[in-house]
C-alpha cells in the first residue's frame, strides 16, 4: 500500500484547514469595517477618474492591516469593472522585492513589460514605468494603486528612492503598510512632503473580536462538533495577550488541531490550545534567538542572568554584566542601547522609564518576555 494513500486516509478533526492560514482573504472582516471604510472614502475618488491620495496604515502584527487593503482592493476592482475608468491596483511585498529598481521592474512585468530584475539602469527603468501612464485606446488615463506591505524594510534596505519615484509620477497613488510608527524616520523630507499620506491606525483586537473571528474561520475549518467549547475562547484570550494578533490566534486554532489529529482525538481539546501555545512560542523564540548577532546574544544572556537572580534590570547593570559574559569582546555602553531597543522590537524584551524622585532622574527598566527554558534552550542548545 502506497505510504501517501494511508496518510491521506486518516481521520481528521479538520474539513479544510486552509480557511486557518492567515493568507486566505475571507468574504467578510469583522471588526475591520470601520478601516476598509477609512480606504474607500479615499480610493473612491479613483472612480471619478481622480489619482486618490497617499495613505499609511499602522499597526502591530495580526491587526488585520494586509487583509483590509488586500480586501479593499478586490472592492475597488470590482467597482472599477462596472464604470468607464481606467483603474489598477498592484500588491507588493517589501520583503520580496526590497529596492526601488525590483518594486518597479515587478510593476512593470504585471503590465506585460519585459524588465529584469537586473541589468538595466535605474532611469531605464523608471523611464518604461513611466511609459505605462498612457492613454488607453478609450483615452483614459491610468491610475495606478501600489500597495506596499511592509515599507520599512524597504526604506531600511534601500532608502526612500521609490517613493521619491512614485510620488512624482502622474496617477499613481501609495498605500504604505507599516507594524511601527515611527517608520518615517527613514523619509527625506523633500520625499516626505510630497507623500502628504493621510493615516490609518489599526488596533489590536479585543478577546471578544478574536472569537468572532475564530468562530467564523472555525465553522469553514472543522468537522462540525469537533472543537470542545472552551477552545476559542482559549485561543483568543490568550492571543489577545499577545497584543490581539489575529494571525497567533488562527495559528493557535490550527495547531491545537494538529495536536488533536497526531494524538488521534476525534475533538480538539483545551490542553491542546496549551500545548500548541508552548510548540508556537518555543519554535518562534528559538528561530529569532537563532539567527541573532552573538553580540546581542550575549546581551540576552546577561538579561537572563539576571532575571533568575530576581534582580532590577538596569542599562548600567546589564552592561555589567554583559562585559563579564563577553570577556573582553564586547562593544560600548552606547551600543548596548540599540541592541536593546532591537530585542524590544523583536518581542523578547519589554523597557519602562520610571523615575527614581526628585533629582535622581529617571531609569530604564528591563524586562525579559519569553520563557526563561525556552530562552536557555535557544542560547546553549
Keep these: ?49 481622480v489619482t486618490p491620495p497617499d495613505i499609511t496604515i499602522y499597526g502591530k502584527t495580526g491587526t488585520g492591516k494586509t487583509a483590509v487593503a488586500k480586501f479593499a482592493m478586490k472592492q475597488l476592482n470590482e467597482a472599477s469593472r462596472n464604470s468607464n475608468v481606467n483603474v489598477r ?15 518597479l521592474a515587478r510593476l512593470c512585468q504585471q503590465f506585460g513589460k519585459d524588465v529584469p530584475y537586473r541589468g538595466w539602469t535605474k532611469a531605464e527603468v523608471i523611464n518604461t514605468f513611466r511609459s505605462l501612464f ?7 488615463d491610468l491610475i495606478l494603486i501600489v ?11 534601500d532608502g526612500d528612492g521609490l517613493l521619491y519615484t512614485l510620488t ?59 472543537l470542545e467549547d472552551d477552545v476559542i475562547p482559549l485561543c483568543a484570550a490568550l492571543a489577545a495577550k499577545e497584543e490581539g494578533d489575529a494571525r497567533y490566534a488562527l495559528d493557535l486554532l490550527r495547531t491545537a488541531g494538529e495536536i488533536a489529529d497526531e494524538q488521534g482525538s476525534d475533538v480538539v481539546k483545551g490542553e491542546f490550545v496549551r500545548e500548541a501555545k508552548d510548540y508556537i512560542e518555543h519554535n518562534k523564540v528559538t528561530d529569532i534567538i537563532m539567527t541573532l548577532p552573538s553580540q546581542q546574544q550575549r546581551v540576552l544572556e546577561a538579561i537572563l542572568y539576571l532575571t533568575k537572580r530576581d534582580e532590577e534590570i538596569t542599562s548600567g547593570r546589564l552592561y555589567e554584566v554583559y562585559k563579564k559574559i563577553s570577556q573582553g569582546d564586547s562593544v560600548s555602553y552606547r551600543r548596548i542601547f540599540d541592541f536593546v531597543n532591537e530585542l ?5 524584551i519589554s523597557t519602562n522609564t520610571v523615575s527614581r524622585g526628585r533629582g535622581k532622574g529617571r531609569t530604564n527598566i528591563i524586562r525579559l518576555q519569553c520563557d526563561t527554558s525556552v530562552l536557555e534552550n535557544a542560547l546553549w542548545m
Design 1 to 49: 500500500m502506497n505510504v501517501f494513500d494511508e496518510l491521506e486516509g486518516r481521520k481528521s478533526v479538520f474539513k479544510d484547514r486552509r480557511f486557518l492560514d492567515h493568507r486566505f482573504l475571507p468574504d467578510r472582516l469583522p471588526h475591520r469595517e470601520e478601516q476598509i471604510k477609512a480606504i474607500a472614502k479615499y480610493w473612491v475618488e479613483a472612480l471619478k477618474g
Design 147 to 157: 500597495v506596499l506591505d511592509e515599507i520599512d524594510i524597504l526604506l531600511k534596505n
Design 89 to 103: 491596483t498592484e500588491y507588493i511585498r517589501c520583503t520580496d522585492y526590497t529596492t526601488e529598481y525590483q518594486v
Design 168 to 226: 512624482r509620477t502622474d496617477n499613481v497613488s501609495i498605500l504604505s503598510i507599516s507594524n511601527y510608527v515611527d517608520f518615517k524616520k527613514f523619509i527625506k523630507p523633500r520625499v516626505r512632503s510630497s507623500l502628504r499620506d493621510r493615516e490609518i491606525v489599526f488596533p489590536p483586537y479585543a478577546a471578544p473580536q478574536l472569537v468572532d473571528i475564530l468562530k467564523e474561520r472555525s465553522k469553514l475549518s472543522f468537522n462540525d462538533g469537533a
Design 344 to 348: 524590544e522590537l523583536l518581542g523578547l
Design 134 to 140: 498612457k492613454k488607453n485606446v478609450f483615452g483614459q
